[in-house]
Nanobody, 124 residues
Framework: QVQLVESGGGLVQPGGSLRLSCAAS????????IGWFRQAPGKEREGVSC????????YVPDSVKGRFTISRDNAKNTVYLQMNSLKPEDTAVYYC?????????????????WGQGTQVTVSS
């Protein structure tokens, strides 16, 4: 059974950092493009970072550029999202998702397998 499990969310003060992890079970992430997405209450799910299957290509939108970094360790079957300089507007449920392609557009409709999400709250 293909499963993605996110971890690392929590409550952090503005300006703080968190590192999210996305671990795969039941399949190997090698050969899959991975994306991190977030959804705040009342808003659509948006992509915040995507990485190719090889790790050589990444995409980060302007809204988080310079603050969020995606990386992957295929040996550990895990993808990470390092989030620095967090802002209250980063508050959302964060999801990781996978698609068996080397690379694709960082849009939610491109990804087929999803985790359950982890809550990130940025507040003082």
């Amino acid at each position: 059974q293909v499963q993605l499990v996110e971890s690392g969310g929590g409550l952090v003060q503005p300006g703080g950092s968190l590192r999210l992890s996305c671990a795969a079970s039941g399949f190997t992430l090698d050969g899959y493009a991975i994306g991190w997405f977030r959804q705040a209450p009342g808003k659509e799910r948006e992509g915040v970072s995507c990485i190719s299957s090889s790790g050589e290509a990444t995409y980060v939108p302007d809204s988080v550029k310079g603050r969020f970094t995606i990386s992957r360790d295929n040996a550990k079957n895990t993808v990470y999202l390092q989030m620095n300089s967090l802002k209250p507007e980063d508050t959302a449920v964060y999801y990781c998702a996978a698609v068996k392609r080397s690379w694709t557009h960082c849009g939610r409709y491109e990804y087929l397998s999803w985790g359950q999400g982890t809550q990130v709250t940025v507040s003082s």
